[in-house]
């Protein structure tokens, strides 16, 4: 989704994974071993997602609003979502522009600005972590997502291959009966899924034509 604004995916070919192991910055074994490793990589995430701009693809799905209840489910971390427009977002994997106690989950911080330094401590004392959902962590948007995806009556998947879980369960949550569409140029049919319409696509190009669909 974001890939088109400039930030680079972590899974794709050209991705930060190809730049850093996993282990190494993404994680609570990595924040423990290294620390300012795992600050120095999110913090330059976070300086390129400032730099960047909603896209065509962004800036479409806050237009629905004018006809739908839209609620924007995403394992991007930026908050491109919010810049285009969209009013009810669910972030899956966490927030770049916000920080965490690396004790208490509940003390969340904005950041000023695109760096959070060695020195950077919550309020009772404990350094700041960013505020990302690391592998081995639980993931506390899962339920609220389910119970949006149950009520859904049109479900869109953009941008993702459906590989990684728990995010990719969501579909398991959708009914049947209702339309759904799936943007990706490496996207496939998935024949059990009923009601399924695969467009093999950028989003940037897709999905303000779907939109446009939907609003007429």
Same mark, same amino acid.
């Given at each position: 989704m974001? +890939?088109e604004?400039g930030?680079?995916?972590f899974r794709?070919?050209?991705?930060l994974?190809?730049? /850093?192991?996993v282990? &190494?910055v ?7 071993r290294?620390?300012a490793?795992?600050?120095r990589?999110y ?5 390129q997602? #400032?730099e960047?701009q909603?896209? @065509? +693809? %962004?800036? @479409? *799905?806050?237009?629905?609003?004018a006809k /739908?209840e839209v609620?924007?489910?995403t394992? $991007?971390?930026? &908050? *491109?979502?919010?810049r285009? =427009?969209?009013? $009810?977002?669910? %972030?899956? %994997?966490?927030?770049?522009r916000?920080a965490?106690?690396?004790?208490y989950e &509940?003390?969340? /911080?904005?950041i000023?600005g695109?760096?959070i330094t060695s =020195?950077?401590l919550?309020?009772? =004392?404990f350094p700041?972590?960013?505020?990302i !959902?690391w592998?081995?962590?639980? !993931?506390? #948007? #899962?339920t609220?997502?389910?119970i949006?995806?149950?009520?859904a ?5 953009? =941008?993702t291959s *459906?590989? !990684? /879980?728990?995010? @990719?369960?969501?579909?398991?949550f959708v ?6 569409y ?6 496939? $049919?998935? $024949?059990y899924i009923?009601?399924?319409t695969v467009?093999k696509e950028k989003?940037?190009s897709? !999905?303000p034509a779907?939109?446009?669909?939907l609003?007429?």
């Amino acid at each position: 989704m974001s +890939a088109e604004s400039g930030i680079r995916t972590f899974r794709d070919a050209g991705g930060l994974w190809e730049d /850093y192991a996993v282990e &190494d910055v993404a994680t609570p074994e990595a924040w423990k071993r290294d620390p300012a490793l795992v600050q120095r990589f999110y913090n330059e995430i976070r300086k390129q997602v #400032m730099e960047a701009q909603p896209n @065509a +693809a %962004h800036l @479409a *799905l806050s237009k629905l609003e004018a006809k /739908y209840e839209v609620v924007v489910i995403t394992q $991007n971390i930026d &908050d *491109l979502h919010e810049r285009a =427009g969209t009013n $009810n977002i669910i %972030h899956l %994997h966490g927030e770049i522009r916000k920080a965490r106690s690396s004790r208490y989950e &509940d003390l969340v /911080y904005d950041i000023d600005g695109w760096e959070i330094t060695s =020195g950077s401590l919550c309020e009772k =004392g404990f350094p700041l972590r960013p505020f990302i !959902v690391w592998f081995g962590e639980q !993931v506390p #948007m #899962m339920t609220p997502s389910i119970i949006q995806v149950q009520s859904a009556d049109i479900f869109i998947i953009i =941008g993702t291959s *459906l590989e !990684v /879980y728990p995010a @990719a369960s969501l579909l398991d949550f959708v009914r049947p009966e209702i339309p759904k569409y799936f943007i990706d140029p490496g996207a496939e $049919n998935k $024949n059990y899924i009923k009601n399924l319409t695969v467009i093999k696509e950028k989003a940037g190009s897709a !999905v303000p034509a779907l939109v446009d669909k939907l609003l007429s």
